[in-house]
């Protein structure tokens, strides 16, 4: 923990190299102006491209977002009696909340990207508690969707609704005529994009270049998804040269998104602050260890310990420790804090008393930490999910991290601290996986469910083998992630 602000580094670092505006006022949301204090300087910078763009969707949404008149004029094309369809100023893309708290956070920031992408305005359905979690990410404006919005509808979407753009070009209520353009007399004044894992070969469409040429036309896209869908975007060919002039490096497209959009609310920075401050700033290494079960019981289970042991003695995160010699530590020894995260209290236990019992060979003063143990998803629950940010935001302040595999938790984490996580590899059949670790290739978020679709050629194919900066997952073989 530095002082507020008295770092040299802290003060350039003031607002990211740039990534985040100017103009807020500081006490509504002290995590933006304080995280220099907490985070070290990332040592990847935005391009100057992205700033420039960030700040041309920021003046955007000041445009056009809530309580602007050319808002008020999009909106009245949901209502019934709307006249007929005029070009609209003014497009945007609803954000409607959706699944846990990590997925939440990779969806929004896909559909940021998306927005930025197609220069649409994004909002945000506040669900149960956006706006208990997260600061308003653009100055002058609100992110948030008006509770007034007419289309009231959009929280019962799923894969069957007659709305979704799937099962509009499957119903033919809309053709696709090749080269743009809806075969309907005039185009649809929203659409619902049905983007979750469970989505139809027909949602999938969304990912062809044609398609989007059809969207364009569309004032109002409403996106529902559980994904980071990123990886796919990069595979649209309209999109492309954007995206390389955004991201030089391709694999920072989380690190400086997620930076730039997810800021914690006052009440969850004291959650971390606290927490850091208490049992973290001090030590001289910090490890974050993320324990996520896939499993109906909450546990712990033996295999997934001795395969954390595994993985934290084999890349030499934990030392061993001895059963016979006596170790003696002086306060002066180099002290290692493990945050660890997990939904049941039992891992902490015995870690912890494993390194009471007996010493470290490496002398090290080894301590475990373990902010809250909430034993089940408890998606919706307020403190709940302010529980499960702030220990996702303490994991991306660590210095060396291990994570869960299929966990958007954990990619939540790994990509805010600019962190290449040691991945835990997901078990079968309950036994420890042979190796139980292994690195990540880059701190991108995967997307757990992308198209394998050729829409040139219109037939499948690997999309994970089509250009070398999108590939297939170390956690899951059929997913894709950027490195
Ligand atoms: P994923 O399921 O691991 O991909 O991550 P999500 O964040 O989308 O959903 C898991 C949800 O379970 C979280 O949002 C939390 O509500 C809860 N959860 C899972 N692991 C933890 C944990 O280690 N700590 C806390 N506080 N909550 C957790």
Same mark, same amino acid.
């Given at each position: 923990?530095?002082?507020?602000?008295?770092? @040299?580094?802290?003060?350039?670092?003031?607002?990211?190299?740039?990534?985040?505006?100017?103009?807020?006022?500081?006490?509504?949301?002290?995590?933006?102006?304080?995280?220099?204090?907490?985070?070290?300087?990332?040592?990847?910078?935005?391009?100057?491209?992205?700033?420039?763009?960030?700040?041309?969707?920021?003046?955007?949404?000041?445009?056009?977002?809530?309580?602007?008149?050319?808002?008020?004029?999009?909106?009245?094309?949901?209502?019934?009696? &709307?006249?007929?369809? =005029? *070009?609209?100023?003014?497009?945007?893309?609803?954000?409607?909340?959706?699944?846990?708290?990590?997925?939440?956070?990779?969806?929004?920031?896909?559909?940021?990207?998306?927005?930025?992408?197609?220069?649409? =305005?994004?909002?945000?359905?506040?669900?149960?508690?956006?706006?208990?979690?997260?600061?308003? @990410?653009?100055?002058?404006?609100?992110?948030?969707?008006?509770?007034?919005?007419?289309?009231?509808?959009?929280?019962?979407?799923?894969?069957?609704?007659?709305?979704?753009?799937?099962?509009?070009?499957?119903?033919?209520?809309?053709?696709? *005529?090749?080269?743009?353009?809806?075969?309907?007399?005039?185009?649809?004044?929203?659409?619902?994009?049905?983007?979750?894992?469970?989505?139809?070969?027909?949602?999938?469409?969304?990912?062809?270049?044609?398609?989007?040429?059809?969207?364009?036309?569309?004032?109002?896209?409403?996106?529902?998804?559980?994904?980071?869908?990123?990886?796919?975007?990069?595979?649209?060919?309209?999109?492309?040269?954007?995206?390389?002039?955004?991201?030089?490096?391709?694999?920072?497209?989380?690190?400086?998104?997620?930076?730039?959009?997810?800021?914690?609310?006052?009440?969850?920075?004291?959650?971390? *602050?606290?927490?850091?401050?208490?049992?973290?700033?001090?030590?001289?290494?910090? =490890?974050?260890?993320?324990?996520?079960?896939?499993?109906?019981?909450?546990?712990?289970?033996?295999?997934?310990?001795?395969?954390?042991?595994?993985?934290?003695?084999?890349?030499?995160?934990?030392?061993?420790?001895?059963?016979?010699?006596?170790?003696?530590?002086?306060?002066?020894?180099?002290?290692?804090?493990?945050?660890?995260?997990?939904?049941?209290?039992?891992?902490?236990?015995?870690?912890?008393?494993?390194?009471?019992?007996?010493?470290?060979?490496?002398?090290?003063?080894?301590?475990?930490?373990?902010?809250?143990?909430?034993? &089940?998803?408890?998606?919706?629950?307020?403190?709940?999910?302010?529980?499960?940010?702030?220990?996702?935001?303490?994991?991306?302040?660590?210095?060396?991290?291990?994570?869960?595999?299929?966990?958007?938790?954990?990619?939540?984490?790994?990509?805010?601290?600019?962190?290449?996580?040691?991945?835990?590899?997901?078990?079968?059949?309950?036994?420890?996986?042979?190796?139980?670790?292994?690195?990540?290739?880059?701190?991108?978020?995967?997307?757990?469910?992308?198209?394998?679709?050729?829409?040139?050629?219109?037939?499948?194919?690997? *999309?994970?083998?089509?250009?070398?900066?999108?590939?297939?997952?170390?956690?899951?073989?059929?997913?894709?992630?950027? =490195?």
């Amino acid at each position: 923990f530095l002082e507020p602000h008295k770092s @040299p580094e802290a003060k350039e670092n003031k607002y990211l190299g740039g990534l985040l505006a100017s103009g807020f006022e500081e006490q509504s949301c002290l995590s933006r102006q304080q995280f220099t204090s907490y985070r070290k300087p990332s040592s990847h910078s935005p391009s100057a491209y992205l700033l420039q763009r960030l700040r041309k969707y920021e003046q955007l949404h000041q445009k056009c977002g809530p309580n602007s008149d050319l808002y008020d004029r999009t909106v009245d094309q949901l209502k019934p009696d &709307h006249v007929s369809f =005029v *070009t609209a100023e003014c497009r945007y893309v609803v954000w409607i909340s959706y699944s846990g708290l990590g997925n939440r956070m990779l969806s929004l920031t896909s559909a940021f990207l998306y927005a930025l992408l197609t220069n649409r =305005v994004l909002l945000v359905d506040r669900g149960a508690d956006m706006t208990d979690l997260f600061c308003e @990410p653009f100055p002058g404006t609100s992110w948030l969707l008006p509770l007034d919005f007419p289309l009231s509808q959009f929280k019962n979407f799923d894969i069957n609704s007659p709305e979704s753009y799937g099962n509009m070009l499957k119903n033919k209520v809309i053709t696709n *005529t090749a080269g743009g353009g809806a075969s309907r007399s005039s185009p649809p004044s929203f659409v619902y994009l049905h983007l979750g894992h469970d989505y139809s070969d027909y949602d999938k469409l969304f990912f062809c270049e044609d398609d989007q040429n059809l969207l364009e036309t569309i004032p109002w896209l409403m996106l529902r998804s559980d994904n980071y869908f990123v990886p796919s975007l990069f595979l649209i060919p309209t999109y492309q040269d954007e995206l390389h002039q955004l991201f030089p490096k391709k694999d920072t497209v989380f690190h400086h998104l997620g930076r730039y959009l997810l800021h914690p609310t006052n009440p969850v920075w004291g959650l971390i *602050t606290r927490y850091y401050q208490s049992y973290l700033s001090k030590a001289d290494e910090r =490890v974050g260890i993320q324990i996520r079960v896939f499993e109906t019981e909450s546990g712990p289970f033996q295999h997934v310990l001795d395969q954390v042991i595994g993985c934290a003695h084999k890349q030499k995160i934990l030392p061993e420790v001895s059963q016979q010699k006596a170790i003696i530590t002086t306060p002066h020894n180099r002290s290692k804090a493990i945050l660890l995260t997990s939904l049941s209290s039992g891992y902490l236990e015995i870690l912890r008393n494993m390194f009471w019992v007996h010493p470290a060979t490496s002398g090290e003063i080894i301590s475990f930490h373990q902010p809250s143990h909430e034993e &089940h998803q408890q998606t919706g629950k307020q403190m709940h999910n302010m529980k499960a940010w702030a220990e996702m935001y303490l994991l991306s302040l660590t210095d060396v991290l291990v994570t869960s595999a299929w966990s958007t938790f954990g990619y939540v984490a790994q990509g805010l601290g600019g962190l290449k996580p040691w991945i835990l590899v997901k078990s079968e059949n309950r036994t420890v996986p042979e190796p139980p670790c292994l690195p990540a290739m880059s701190m991108e978020p995967c997307f757990h469910a992308p198209p394998f679709y050729d829409c040139k050629a219109k037939r499948g194919t690997d *999309t994970g083998e089509l250009v070398p900066h999108v590939r297939h997952c170390e956690d899951i073989s059929w997913g894709l992630k950027l =490195v």
